[in-house]
């Protein structure tokens, strides 16, 4: 048995595979899945304060090497997510809330409901970017700040927030120095990638109805715009903060490239949108690489490449 544990502080994850918020999280049947499949643990669908049905079909389009998603945010809402996650504590595998509010007082509000639930940490989502005439909060670092500062001072467990793509060394660099201050313990890179459509040239109809037809976009085409982002965020954090990959993993290779770029665990969103049996199969895989290659422990490669 090869020991694929890794640990967010004193959280424990028995192998550094999640799904990654949004895909096969949003039910409770879902999340049952997840956590009795090979999953480490598991991120929840974006909760907000109300339940939203989300924004019209068709709002997803899955091809070979990209998905293109405008779902706005489909959820049940946050009381209903903190009333089922006790129940499935049972798992005893890390739960991981995921929350978006509209405007600033909504994700304290959010926030103060996560901490007196059963969840074992939070991720703040500040990089939706299929919410239609608002911006993506991330881009506003001023405010962005403003609230995972404020909701560091109450929420104790592990806290981390999920970013999209930034375009900029500089903008990484200091991006980076304020999560240091801040005292999060982690961040998941990256949200889908903004800006993304495609035609379909036989119906001449572009292939989601939402937002004008450009959505975020996920799969293998973003692999090598979330490792550049691995890589920077990795380079200036200095250990100090851990990182959770996500964009366009299918199979251990991907996973292993992330490690070497300075993830700590990984997320799957496109690819498990066949099923939960992709964690098994990438355990696998896994498993045979560390064999190969003769690894005593995986945490040793954790961002062996520096830049
Ligand atoms: C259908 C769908 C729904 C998503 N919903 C959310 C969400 O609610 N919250 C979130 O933080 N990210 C959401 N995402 C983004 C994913 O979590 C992930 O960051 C992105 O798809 C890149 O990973 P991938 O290349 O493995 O798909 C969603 C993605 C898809 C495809």
Redesign the pocket.
């Known amino acids: 048995m090869i020991d694929l544990s890794v640990f967010i502080k004193d959280l424990k994850f028995n192998n550094p595979f999640l799904?990654?918020?949004?895909?096969w999280?949003?039910t409770y049947d879902e999340i049952e899945d997840i956590l009795k499949s090979e999953a480490g643990g598991v991120?929840f669908?974006?909760m907000t304060l109300e339940k939203r049905t989300g924004n019209p079909e068709p709002?997803?389009h899955?091809e070979k090497d990209?998905?293109i998603?405008s779902?706005g945010?489909p959820?049940f809402g946050v009381d209903y997510y903190c009333q089922i996650v006790s129940k499935l504590k049972k798992y005893k595998k890390p739960l991981i809330a995921?929350i978006?509010g509209f405007k600033e007082n909504e994700f304290y509000l959010l926030a103060e409901k996560i901490k007196k639930s059963d969840f074992d940490a939070l991720?703040v989502?500040l990089?939706?970017p299929?919410l239609e005439g608002k911006g993506i909060f991330a881009y506003d670092i001023k405010t962005s700040f403003k609230i995972l500062k404020n909701i560091r001072k109450i929420f104790k467990k592990k806290l981390g927030a999920?970013l999209p793509p930034y375009f900029e060394r500089e903008t990484i660099k200091k991006i980076s120095e304020k999560i240091i201050e801040v005292k999060l313990d982690f961040v998941?890179l990256?949200?889908?990638?903004p800006l993304g459509s495609k035609i379909d040239i036989k119906d001449e109809k572009l292939v989601i109805k939402p937002n004008q037809g450009i959505g975020?976009?996920?799969?293998?085409i973003?692999?090598p715009i979330?490792i550049a982002q691995v890589l920077l965020f990795n380079q200036y954090f200095k250990n100090e903060i851990d990182i959770i990959g996500?964009?366009?993993?299918?199979d251990a290779e991907d996973v292993y490239e992330y490690i070497l770029a300075g993830a700590k665990l990984i997320?799957?969103?496109?690819?498990?949108?066949k099923g939960v049996k992709i964690f098994k199969k990438i355990k696998i895989e896994l498993e045979k690489i560390i064999k190969e290659k003769k690894i005593k422990n995986l945490n040793e490669k954790i961002g062996l490449i520096k830049i």
């Open positions: 799904n990654a918020s949004g895909v999280c949003t991120v669908k974006t709002r997803l899955v990209f998905s998603n779902m945010l959820n995921s978006a991720e989502n990089s939706c299929n999920k998941s990256i949200n889908s990638y975020g976009l996920g799969g293998k973003i692999k979330s996500v964009g366009g993993i299918n997320s799957i969103g496109t690819s498990l949108l």
